[in-house]
């Protein structure tokens, strides 16, 4: 069974959408560890109303803020600490999609960090990356961080407008595959994610 953490290179580029995409493509289960910003219409909610099969299955957060802001701070203005020990990945028989929280280097208490929590749940990493002024640099940084902490990368997905340039930098660069790349839609709904599920499974 393939276990993979849908990070990113920063906090809205796409790791909800990916993270369907690729739940719909294996018929994976699904875990987001740390929902910080809503609770009532969590990541976990949506990333379930854009799937069409009915093996996948859909599991309980570890921690759940609603205060939108870095889950340290969101924990502390809720009067709670995260605790890394609370943290235990689900028990599955089926593909898992882990889905973090933010950038590699969010924190999640003082001293543990979104890259922490990858090295202790030790899974293979999807970095979703975007098209903008700076990416380059902060898609260079986060895999610098991987592999400074000899984390597994599976691959690169870009999301959003198209830079052939940057994108065929970073792939130059880093000796990594494209897995996939994800272009701008005016909405996403349950076709858009088959769609680029069959695009992934082509590929």
Request: proline content about 3%; aromatic content about 8%.
């Amino acid at each position: 069974m393939k276990e993979y953490f849908i990070t990113g290179i920063g906090t809205g580029v796409g790791k909800t959408i990916v993270s369907a995409i690729f739940t719909e493509a294996l018929k994976a289960d699904y875990w987001k560890p740390i929902q910080s910003g809503s609770i009532e219409l969590t990541d976990t909610d949506i990333v379930k109303s854009l799937i069409s099969n009915n093996k996948s299955k859909f599991h309980t957060e570890a921690y759940k803020f609603k205060h939108p802001a870095s889950p340290h701070y969101s924990a502390f203005l809720e009067n709670t600490n995260i605790k890394a020990n609370d943290i235990i990945k689900p028990k599955t028989n089926n593909n898992l999609i882990i889905e973090g929280s933010g950038g590699l280097m969010v924190p999640l208490n003082k001293n543990f960090l979104v890259v922490d929590l990858i090295k202790q749940l030790n899974a293979e990493v999807i970095l979703v990356s975007a098209n903008y002024l700076g990416s380059i640099n902060h898609t260079l940084l986060s895999l610098e961080a991987l592999k400074s902490r000899s984390i597994p990368i599976k691959g690169i997905v870009f999301c959003g407008e198209k830079n052939d340039s940057s994108e065929n930098f970073i792939l130059e660069y880093t000796k990594l595959p494209c897995i996939l790349k994800v272009d701008f839609e005016e909405k996403f709904d349950k076709n858009i994610i088959k769609k680029y599920s069959e695009r992934l499974k082509s590929l």
